[in-house]
């Protein structure tokens, strides 16, 4: 399994941000009211802030839209600050971020797990699942690998929400 270092690397570095890439117009300019709730503040809809250029992000946009909900996308050139604004520490993060129902949604989370956050309420500042697990939703490059979607609270304090493959 030498290649998947090589494909996750390969993968990371087109996630990675471009010098020509534009910033995108804030939500609040770039859709109408009727296209974009403020801030992921509807509960089905993400919104989702990535770069351009990342096929994984891309990719999970696609499987979530499949699996029923409404997705609202920004690319940005300065992810670091969405991340800044929700407090996600540098340990936590992925390669993209995602807005909804009052809660941040960190990298490749699955479907269910979302649902499972909307429905439940739970006191908490979002969910993430750190880094670019191969097998996670949006990461199908290889064989899987196990890893955990954890819950985090406004302290930045984790406990695992689910887990894949272990």
């Not at 890439?21 to 503040?41: D, I, K, L, R, Y």
């Not at 409404?70 to 670091?80: A, E, G």
């Not at 006191?123 to 490059?141: D, K, L």
Request: hydrophobic share 40%; charged share 15%; aromatic share 8%.
């Amino acid at each position: 399994m030498a290649y998947r270092p090589f494909l996750v690397l390969v993968l990371f570095a087109a996630c990675s941000p471009s010098t020509a890439e534009v910033e995108s117009a804030p939500p609040a300019v770039a859709a109408t009211a009727a296209e974009q709730p403020a801030s992921g503040s509807d509960s089905t809809t993400l919104v989702v802030y990535k770069e351009a250029t990342c096929p994984c992000c891309n990719s999970w946009v696609d499987y979530m839209r499949s699996n029923g909900f409404r997705v609202v996308t920004y690319n940005v050139s300065d992810l670091d600050a969405v991340k800044q604004k929700h407090g996600i520490a540098p340990a936590l993060q992925s390669c993209h971020t995602t807005e909804v129902g009052g809660y941040y949604i960190e990298g490749h989370v699955p479907a269910e797990l979302v649902r499972k956050l909307l429905s439940q309420r739970p006191h908490v500042a979002g969910i993430a699942v750190p880094g670019m697990p191969v097998g996670s939703p949006g990461m199908e490059v290889g064989p899987p690998e196990p890893y955990d979607i954890l819950t985090v609270d406004s302290a930045g304090r984790t406990a695992v929400f689910g887990s894949r493959g272990r």
